[in-house]
Structure formats: structure tokens, C-alpha cells
């Protein structure tokens, strides 16, 4: 692994610092825990038949290490497409995302493979298994891409699932599962090479309210346990009691951003009125 373009904590070194303004008076530690995802002025156009459609209009947020992030916002608001600039799976027509302070668009595609691969977990709300693997096999095939052998990757997603309550189901087929394990397992795949990131677009959208629930407590037990940044689009109310912050978009603009401190209210009546 000696090739890798990022320190052993997983971090990614900055590069000379242009982009990220990282002059060199700045304390590289201190942006490196503090501002973990930082989008910049973040536009995307999609044209279809002769058509545009503005899906982000210039979008700035800064996310702290170890934040739980919930972005709200009506259907066709953008927030999918914000997962896709922040997780590197598309790029902005203009702005800047950065990661750890490195500008992902300056990264090569080995590098933001590894990016990918290693500092962010991915869950969708459709859960993306591969449905002729198994559980274990599902869990175990990002790390086989890392480079992790297949007897620890073994070892490891098989923890994984334990983790997530599934070690009962190792070998059951996503058909095999219900929506909620085939959930959970997309949680214990997105753990797999231990990302600082777990980027979450709608993971309780097709669960119902008690497994949604479950999937929600295991989130925050992760930010606990793991100090795990978590990113997550939803519509679903209950996620709100678990963020630290709420930033609500709206056709392709955040139209406002609340603290937990200003939730309190409204999350005890979530709380108190889901019971
Ligand atoms: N590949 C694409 N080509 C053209 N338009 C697109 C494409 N992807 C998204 N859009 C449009 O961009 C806008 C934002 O879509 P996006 O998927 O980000 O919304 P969303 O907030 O995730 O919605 P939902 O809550 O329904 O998942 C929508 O108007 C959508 O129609
Ligand atoms: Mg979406």
C-alpha cells in the first residue's frame, strides 16, 4: 500500500495547498479534523431534449468530523444529485467540493477511486445489493477491491453483519432478505473499509417506520462509536431526531439550515408522537 495517496489515518494529504487554501499559516491538522466536506458555490445543470433543468444553484455547506447531517427537501430538490458532487460520483458544472480540504476535482481517477473506495460508505434507498452475491459476499466485495485479502475480508464482513445483527443470514441472497436486513446489510457494506464519510441518500425510504427506526439508531450509534461523519438525504421526520443539523433544499438551493438546539421542540414531539 505503499503507492497510496493518503496517510495511514486514511486522510488525504492535501495537495500544495492552492485550491484549498490551506496557505502556510494554517494549521494542516486542525482543517483536516475540523471540516471533514466543504462544497463551495456547487451548480449543477442537467440538459435533456433541448431542456435544462438548474438541479443545484450554487450550493455552500461545510460539514464538521463526526457530524450527523440530515438534508431535507421536496422530491426533485437536488439532494440526490448534492450525495453524487460530495460522494465524487459526478461532477459540479461549477464550485468545488472538497474533501478533508483536498478539492476532489484536482484528484486523478486512482485517486478518487481510492477516495471512493476508502473514506466514503455509500447507502441508496433502493440498497444497491449485488442480488446474486450473498450477504457476506456483498459486504466483503469493496473491501476485495481495497486490496484487503479474502480471508480477512471474511473475518471482517462477517463482523460487519453480526454488527448490523445479521449473523444469522450470512449466506441468504438479497431475495432471501427482507427490506430492512437488505438495508442493513447495505449499512454493514458501507463500513467495510472503515470510511471517515457515510453518505446515506434516503436509507429509511422504503422501510417501514420500525425498521426505518432501526436503521436511524444504528446510524447514530456509528457517529457515537466511530466518530463517523454522516451525510443523509431524507423526507422521513424520525431522521431529524438524530441530526445535528438539518439543512433543508430547495429547488437547488438550501433555503435554511437548523442546529439541533433549534430542533429541540420538534424533535420531542417526533420522539414523543412516534411512540
Ligand atoms: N440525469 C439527469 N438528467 C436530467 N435531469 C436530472 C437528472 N438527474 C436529476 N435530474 C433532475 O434534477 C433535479 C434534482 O434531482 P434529484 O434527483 O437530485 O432530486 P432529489 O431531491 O434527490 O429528489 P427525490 O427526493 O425524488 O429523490 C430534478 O428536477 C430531476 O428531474
Ligand atoms: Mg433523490
Not at 480477512?152 to 454488527?163: G, I, N
Not at 432501526?214 to 431526531?241: N, P, R, W, Y
Amino acid at each position: 500500500m505503499a503507492d497510496e495517496p493518503f496517510d495511514a489515518d486514511g486522510a488525504i494529504e492535501p495537495d500544495d495547498g492552492e485550491a484549498a487554501g490551506a496557505g502556510a499559516d494554517v494549521d494542516e491538522q486542525d482543517l483536516l479534523t475540523e471540516h471533514v466536506i466543504r462544497a463551495v458555490g456547487v451548480r449543477k445543470v442537467y440538459e435533456l431534449g433541448g431542456e435544462k433543468v438548474h438541479a443545484l444553484r450554487g450550493v455552500d455547506l461545510t460539514v464538521r468530523r463526526g457530524e450527523y447531517v440530515s438534508i431535507m427537501g421536496p422530491s426533485g430538490s437536488g439532494k440526490s444529485t448534492l450525495f453524487n458532487m460530495i460522494g465524487g460520483l459526478d461532477k459540479p458544472d461549477a464550485g468545488q467540493v472538497f474533501v478533508d480540504e483536498v478539492d476532489i476535482a484536482a484528484l486523478d481517477p486512482y485517486e478518487l477511486a481510492w477516495l471512493r473506495c476508502h473514506k466514503i460508505g455509500y447507502i441508496f434507498q433502493t440498497f444497491n445489493l449485488i442480488p446474486v452475491s450473498s450477504a457476506l459476499e456483498n459486504v466483503m466485495l469493496p473491501m476485495l477491491f481495497g486490496g484487503t485479502s479474502e480471508a480477512d475480508a471474511q473475518d471482517r464482513a462477517a463482523e460487519l453483519l453480526e454488527k448490523v445483527e445479521l449473523g444469522g443470514r450470512l449466506l441468504h441472497k438479497p431475495s432471501q432478505l427482507s427490506g430492512g436486513q437488505q438495508q442493513r446489510v447495505a449499512v454493514a457494506r458501507a463500513l467495510a473499509n472503515n470510511p471517515a464519510i457515510i453518505l446515506a441518500d434516503e436509507p429509511t425510504g422504503n422501510l417501514d417506520l420500525r425498521t426505518g427506526e432501526d436503521i436511524i439508531g444504528i446510524l447514530e450509534q456509528l457517529k457515537d462509536d466511530f466518530h463517523v461523519t454522516i451525510i443523509s438525504a431524507t423526507h422521513d421526520h424520525k431522521m431529524l431526531a438524530a441530526s445535528d443539523r438539518v439543512v433543508y433544499l430547495v429547488d437547488g438551493a438550501i433555503e435554511d439550515i437548523k442546529s439541533r438546539d433549534q430542533l429541540q421542540i420538534t424533535v420531542g414531539e417526533i420522539r414523543g408522537g412516534s411512540k
